[in-house]
């Protein structure tokens, strides 16, 4: 059992940046992968990024060059930094983590992006 405590969501004008933080705690052994997923009313969940524990990341095309994915191994934490926000990045965001024989899930932290 993987639990997350996800924090940094929130309402934030265009342009503005937020940073998302996800601390997974419980029965860990490895985290091979971390990550952050998004779902919109209306739209399908799509992977935003996603951290490898030895760093290589992958970004959706939508947010590449915006968004920044980082990870502390130590502390079992993942980080969203998200900047230069759209109102199109309004969505729940939800950490995601992968152990290999196992896959979790938070329960989602809300960004709104409106002026």
């Known amino acids: 059992q993987v639990q997350f405590v996800e924090s940094g969501g929130g309402l934030v004008q265009p342009g503005g940046s937020l940073r998302l933080s996800c601390v997974a705690s419980?029965?860990?052994?490895?985290?091979?992968?971390m990550g952050w997923y998004r779902q919109a009313p209306g739209k399908q969940r799509e992977l935003v990024a996603t951290i490898r524990s030895g760093g290589n990341t992958i970004y959706a095309n939508s947010v590449k060059g915006r968004f920044t994915i980082s990870r502390d191994n130590a502390k079992n934490t993942v980080y969203l930094q998200m900047n230069s926000l759209k109102p199109e990045d309004t969505a729940i965001y939800l950490c995601?983590?992968?152990?290999?024989?196992?896959?979790?899930w938070g329960q989602g932290t809300q960004v709104t992006v409106s002026s």
């Open positions: 995601y983590a992968n152990s290999g024989p196992g896959a979790y």
């Open positions: 419980g029965s860990i052994l490895s985290l091979y992968v």
